[in-house]
């Protein structure tokens, strides 16, 4: 991949400015509203379930009732999401998530929640997501107007994701001192009311289904196979697969532990805990800017394999740390790190997929990614009640190393395997590749 990404393209693909189109403008600052009040919300219950139990394990085990369903379920969703309107399915889920949130806010408000109560209430939260995170991923290519615009609007969805992860929780920290867990999903489940209204104005253009070569319409069984079969049978696509799932399950559970950094390690509260997330929101927020500057794919393969090994240093290093003003800068490398591996990875398999496949490849995408997610956090709260919070951390850093060096160690057959793609859709000329063969 590394050499496909960094080879002369067949013209100038200066990726069009997702900004110039109002489809997107709208949607994105429904997003910047609904998603502020999202990370708001997640540092909240973090905090409450901490606060409740004294226990890391129970934070990795609400982690896990509000994510399991993804495993389960993305691969339907993805179905589901390649056979509806997409736009109608992004606002029934943004409306559930709304009354999700309230019902959290008046569980908060009674003063006794139980956390039998938090964990069916993330069980919900978890039903919403399966079907409403494939959903909006291939819904953003609908309102394209163009597929030169589909970098631009990916690194710009991902700045968004992570500058509203750099204010929402510095507000909770601010709001959970002031008022209560409470009142972080209140004002969640208002700013949802943003990105419903947004969503309404919006115009998409979603293409019709392919009807299999007989003209029969494919059943929702025989899609499942095919997805799957498409996915991990074309080995670009089965590699980045691989490697969400081992960063899901082994990396990204670094996150279900900073409550417990925040309070036992740099003896805080939840101000330490909204600045230890927004330390590497800062790095998310830079690396996304970086890409929004970014003309197409080309050179993210290489990225991508400096990404996962900047993760995992910077996981390492920040298990080591002992005071808070050494962890924030560490935070901010593992922020820059991760939302590169992310958002990079994401832009290539979103290039490479066949159109009539993406909802369903975009679904397992999610599930290696999100399903895989409660899994690796209950193990890393488990595990941290054995080794500890520090050497927890320590391991994940280790994993994402051994991952880039897996990645890259196959580099030269994905590029082999993903070169005929992106000659096919001009981002790679044929003529720039025999110069590149003959060299």
Request: proline share 4%; charged share 10%.
């Given at each position: 991949?590394?050499?496909?990404?960094?080879?002369?393209?067949?013209?100038?693909?200066?990726?069009?400015?997702?900004?110039?189109?109002?489809?997107?403008?709208?949607?994105?600052?429904?997003?910047?509203?609904?998603?502020?009040?999202?990370?708001?919300?997640?540092?909240?219950?973090?905090?409450?379930?901490?606060?409740?139990?004294?226990?890391?394990?129970?934070?990795?085990?609400?982690?896990?009732?509000?994510?399991?369903?993804?495993?389960?379920?993305?691969?339907?969703?993805?179905?589901?999401?390649?056979?509806?309107?997409?736009?109608?399915?992004?606002?029934?889920?943004?409306?559930?998530?709304?009354?999700?949130?309230?019902?959290?806010?008046?569980?908060?408000?009674?003063?006794?929640?139980?956390?039998?109560?938090?964990?069916?209430?993330?069980?919900?939260?978890?039903?919403?997501?399966?079907?409403?995170?494939?959903?909006r991923q291939t819904f953003l290519v609908d309102m394209l107007r163009s597929r030169e615009e589909l970098p631009n609007a990916i690194a710009i969805n991902s700045s968004i994701t992570t500058l509203t992860r750099l204010i929402g929780p510095a507000v909770a920290g601010l709001f959970i001192a002031w008022a209560g867990e409470a009142m972080c999903f209140v004002v969640n489940a208002v700013s949802y009311i943003a990105v419903i209204i947004a969503l309404c104005f919006v115009t998409a253009h979603q293409k019709p289904r392919v009807l299999n070569a007989d003209g029969r319409d494919p059943g929702p069984l025989e899609q499942l196979k095919d997805?799957?079969?498409?996915?991990?049978?074309?080995?670009?696509?089965?590699?980045?697969?691989?490697?969400?799932?081992?960063?899901?399950?082994?990396?990204?559970?670094?996150?279900?532990?900073?409550?417990?950094?925040?309070?036992?390690?740099?003896?805080?509260?939840?101000?330490?805990?909204?600045?230890?997330?927004?330390?590497?929101?800062?790095?998310?927020?830079?690396?996304?800017?970086?890409?929004?500057?970014?003309?197409?794919?080309?050179?993210?393969?290489?990225?991508?394999?400096?990404?996962?090994?900047?993760?995992?240093?910077?996981?390492?290093?920040?298990?080591?740390?002992?005071?808070?003003?050494?962890?924030?800068?560490?935070?901010?490398?593992?922020?820059?790190?991760?939302?590169?591996?992310?958002?990079?990875?994401?832009?290539?398999?979103?290039?490479?997929?066949?159109?009539?496949?993406?909802?369903?490849?975009?679904?397992?995408?999610?599930?290696?990614?999100?399903?895989?997610?409660?899994?690796?956090?209950?193990?890393?709260?488990?595990?941290?009640?054995?080794?500890?919070?520090?050497?927890?951390?320590?391991?994940?850093?280790?994993?994402?190393?051994?991952?880039?060096?897996?990645?890259?160690?196959?580099?030269?057959?994905?590029?082999?395997?993903?070169?005929?793609?992106?000659?096919?859709?001009?981002?790679?000329?044929?003529?720039?590749?025999?110069?590149?063969?003959?060299?």
């Amino acid at each position: 991949m590394a050499q496909i990404v960094e080879t002369i393209p067949a013209e100038d693909h200066s990726s069009a400015s997702a900004l110039a189109n109002p489809n997107l403008r709208l949607y994105f600052a429904g997003q910047v509203v609904s998603m502020i009040g999202t990370w708001m919300q997640q540092m909240a219950l973090s905090w409450l379930i901490y606060r409740l139990t004294d226990s890391t394990f129970m934070l990795g085990l609400v982690a896990f009732a509000s994510q399991a369903p993804s495993f389960l379920l993305t691969p339907f969703a993805g179905i589901v999401a390649d056979r509806v309107n997409r736009k109608k399915m992004v606002i029934l889920t943004q409306t559930l998530a709304m009354i999700q949130a309230g019902m959290l806010a008046a569980l908060a408000f009674s003063h006794q929640p139980a956390i039998w109560q938090l964990m069916a209430l993330g069980v919900f939260s978890g039903l919403i997501s399966a079907f409403d995170l494939p959903t909006r991923q291939t819904f953003l290519v609908d309102m394209l107007r163009s597929r030169e615009e589909l970098p631009n609007a990916i690194a710009i969805n991902s700045s968004i994701t992570t500058l509203t992860r750099l204010i929402g929780p510095a507000v909770a920290g601010l709001f959970i001192a002031w008022a209560g867990e409470a009142m972080c999903f209140v004002v969640n489940a208002v700013s949802y009311i943003a990105v419903i209204i947004a969503l309404c104005f919006v115009t998409a253009h979603q293409k019709p289904r392919v009807l299999n070569a007989d003209g029969r319409d494919p059943g929702p069984l025989e899609q499942l196979k095919d997805g799957f079969k498409y996915a991990f049978s074309f080995r670009p696509i089965r590699a980045l697969l691989v490697l969400m799932a081992g960063i899901s399950l082994f990396v990204m559970p670094y996150n279900v532990l900073m409550t417990a950094f925040a309070r036992d390690v740099f003896h805080g509260d939840a101000t330490t805990l909204g600045i230890l997330t927004a330390a590497s929101g800062v790095g998310s927020l830079a690396a996304a800017l970086y890409l929004a500057t970014r003309k197409g794919v080309l050179g993210l393969g290489r990225w991508i394999v400096a990404s996962c090994a900047m993760f995992g240093i910077g996981l390492i290093l920040f298990g080591f740390c002992k005071t808070l003003w050494l962890a924030v800068p560490v935070l901010v490398m593992v922020g820059f790190g991760s939302m590169i591996l992310l958002a990079a990875s994401n832009t290539i398999l979103q290039t490479l997929v066949d159109e009539d496949k993406r909802g369903r490849v975009m679904s397992i995408y999610m599930m290696c990614f999100m399903g895989l997610a409660p899994f690796g956090s209950m193990g890393a709260g488990a595990l941290s009640t054995h080794i500890g919070l520090a050497q927890t951390v320590v391991l994940c850093g280790i994993v994402g190393g051994i991952l880039a060096l897996v990645f890259a160690s196959r580099l030269h057959l994905i590029r082999r395997d993903a070169r005929p793609i992106y000659i096919e859709r001009g981002i790679l000329s044929a003529e720039a590749e025999l110069k590149v063969l003959n060299a």
